[in-house]
């Protein structure tokens, strides 16, 4: 199995859910190869729930990673779960035009570039 489907697949077993019970895992691969990962963090008041994308990113951020090849996003769907809105801007910010490829846990991926998901952007060229 590709390591970064495989990544994703391993941390969407740590999702905090308790809520929606809809476990997400993200992981993404830098310029040199590294594998980031992140898992949903869902909170009581619902609105300060962080996706797994976003908490992937931010960590691999953290960790002093720059360039972006690929993001994996894994979830328990028949239809591949996409990344929301809000994570297509800050994957836009931090990877721009990447490969994103979705799973699930039988398989089934599909892969798509952040630009067909997210198409017209705003981002800094804008300022
Ligand atoms: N969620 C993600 O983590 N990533 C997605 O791509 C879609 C949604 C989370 C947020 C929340 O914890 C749960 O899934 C239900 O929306």
Known sequence: ?????????E??????APFSKFKVGAAVEDGTGRIHTGCNVEN???GLTVCAERVAIFKA??????????VAVAADTG???????????I???????????????????ETF???ELFPRPFDASFL
């Open 79 to 89: 239809v591949l779960t996409p990344p929301c809105g809000a994570c297509r801007q």
């Open 91 to 109: 994957l836009w910010e931090f990877c721009g035009d990447v490969e994103i490829v979705l799973s699930n846990l039988h398989g089934k991926t």
């Open 11 to 16: 941390v969407r077993e740590n999702a905090h």
């Open 44 to 46: 009581a008041t619902y």
């Open 61 to 70: 951020i953290s960790e002093g990673a720059r360039r972006f090849r690929r």
């Open 113 to 115: 570039r952040l630009a």
């Open 1 to 9: 199995m590709d390591p970064l489907i495989a990544a994703a697949l």
